[in-house]
């Protein structure tokens, strides 16, 4: 399955900043893109895809040289040696019709199975959310896994007078992880498909996905992950009871499964 790293370059003309992710700094640049890549060059390989989506303003003044820099993003990550760079035109999303032709255009550059990393630090207006959609719905329709989502959080620096009278030694900005806003999208539709449907099954995966390294690390003694898995069983018993019509099992276990949602809050 191909790695997959996509982002929306913005217009401006950035100052240059390193940028802190893990611990990890990077070298002096104006795009978070570079310094992203830079902080996670081992995880890239030639065969992995290098997506950026440029509107007509974007592409003139920050991807291509000689415009706000003298070497433009593309230059610069080529200079790094990075390959299988796609630049993908993308309207400013100031309409509907606009909006729908972003999603489209993003929907089509994932692949069966891709996993993902996104960049959101220069998304405008609607284009988070965009994001988050067609991440989600792709997730569904291609298998795609999102691995990560981040923003460059610069303005922690202040204005940008007040960062510019920062040493560029000590002009950190942090990447800031997002990811975890995806997997509150998983639970939020797991939720609906067990109150709608009675169908445990994504639950039950999520909720594994999350006690299995805990539970095999404490080797089964973690309190909140033991009562976590016997919640998932009362789930499971729950909607395959529902499901074969076993009314008197469901009867007969519901102080149990009440007891547990109790440990649990």
Request: proline fraction near 2%.
């Amino acid at each position: 399955m191909a790695k997959v790293f996509m982002s929306m370059l913005g217009t401006g003309g950035y100052l240059e900043a390193h940028y802190r992710l893990n611990e990890r700094v990077s070298s002096l640049t104006p795009f978070v893109q570079e310094a992203y890549l830079e902080l996670t060059r081992d995880q890239w390989s030639s065969e992995d895809r290098l997506v950026f989506f440029l509107t007509g303003k974007a592409r003139a003044t920050n991807w291509e040289d000689g415009a706000n820099f003298r070497e433009g993003l593309a230059t610069r990550l080529k200079n790094r040696g990075f390959s299988n760079i796609l630049d993908v035109s993308f309207k400013e999303g100031s309409s509907e019709e606009e909006i729908m032709d972003n999603f489209r255009t993003i929907f089509e550059q994932l692949k069966e199975g891709d996993q993902v990393v996104f960049d959101i630090t220069h998304s405008f207006r609607s284009l988070p959310m965009l994001t988050l959609v067609a991440l989600t719905y792709a997730r569904v329709l291609k298998n795609i896994a999102i691995k990560g989502l981040y923003y460059g959080a610069f303005e922690v620096l202040g204005s940008r007078k007040e960062a510019e009278k920062i040493p560029e030694d000590e002009r950190i900005a942090p990447i800031f992880e997002l990811t975890p806003f995806v997997s509150l999208l998983a639970w939020a539709f797991a939720v609906e498909e067990f109150v709608r449907y009675g169908l445990a099954n994504r639950l039950e995966e999520l909720i594994d996905k999350d006690i299995r390294p805990i539970l095999k690390e404490t080797k089964g003694q973690d309190a909140t992950a033991s009562a976590l898995r016997g919640f998932k069983n009362s789930i499971r018993l729950l909607a395959t009871s529902i499901y074969t019509s076993r009314c008197r099992r469901i009867v007969d276990n519901s102080w149990e499964s009440l007891a547990i949602s109790e440990e649990l809050c």
